[in-house]
């Protein structure tokens, strides 16, 4: 097929997926080109959604005013959720760096808008979620393009939608997804910055794959792929 994918091509797109990171730290000052940043919000609008709905919306933001308002909420909103969990786990999630709100050259808010294009949406009378799956498939376009231009990207979850919402003049309909800080990096991380400070493991591939029922993971029909899902390989 002439739309097939190089050798070179595939290795690119899984470098991607694989080098990644959640970046909280290491933001630098250098400025994005509008064109490359312009690029990153096409391949997030390109991504599949459900009904064609395309139901999100970006804000780009890049006012220090604004910034300093959202990082207020993000300490507000650390502190109490650090009460959730006792010592020394506690302290240990205060002493993570979690954001880089003011760091980071652009700001990005990304919404869900559930009245776009009408109350019928092909796909969604079952799963209303559809909607916010669809956006979060937005979200992944511009997280990986992101990576290939070598921006670093955090997603800052730590808010408050209220506050997102009175300082970014969000109607009441509309749904705040994600928060994403954009930024060139020092150094894209080699691993997750949670699973370097041994907060959780990443599991592996064994753990989180069944075969046609829940919980069954020996299922003769897929032996093949069992033994290869066993011995772990890494594809990056």
């Known amino acids: 097929m002439t739309d097939d994918f190089s050798e070179q091509e595939k290795r690119g797109f899984y470098k991607a997926i694989y080098s990644r990171r959640d970046v909280r730290s290491h933001f630098n000052s250098k400025p994005i ?5 312009s690029r990153i919000l096409h391949a997030a609008h390109h991504a599949p959604s459900v009904g064609f709905s395309q139901p999100w919306n970006f804000i780009l933001i890049k006012d220090m005013n604004t910034k ?12 109490r959720s650090s009460e959730l ?9 205060l002493s993570f760096k979690l954001e880089g709100i003011l760091e980071s050259t652009v700001n990005l808010c990304v919404t869900y808008d559930p009245s776009k294009f009408g109350p019928f949406v092909i796909g969604r009378s079952s799963i209303p979620e559809a909607g916010l799956y669809s956006v979060c498939c937005a979200i992944q376009n511009l997280w990986l393009s992101a990576r290939t231009e070598g921006i670093g990207l955090g997603w800052v979850s730590i808010l408050s939608n209220d506050t997102l919402r009175e300082v970014l003049d969000i109607p009441e309909h509309v749904i705040p997804v994600a928060y994403l800080c ?4 020092d150094d894209f991380a080699k691993k997750p910055d949670l699973e370097t400070a041994g907060w959780l493991p990443r599991l592996e591939l064994k753990d989180v794959v069944y075969f046609e029922k829940w919980n069954d993971k020996e299922n003769k029909d897929w032996e093949s792929i069992q033994k290869m899902i066993k011995e772990n390989l890494d594809y990056a």
């Not at 080109?33 to 940043?37: P, R, T, V, W, Y």
């Not at 909420?73 to 502190?79: G, L």
């Open 85 to 93: 969990v006792e010592e020394p786990k506690r302290s240990k999630y």
């Open 182 to 185: 954009l930024g060139y990096v």
């Open 33 to 37: 080109n509008d064109e490359i940043l």
């Open 68 to 79: 300093k308002k959202i990082k207020e909420s993000f300490e507000k909103e650390k502190k």
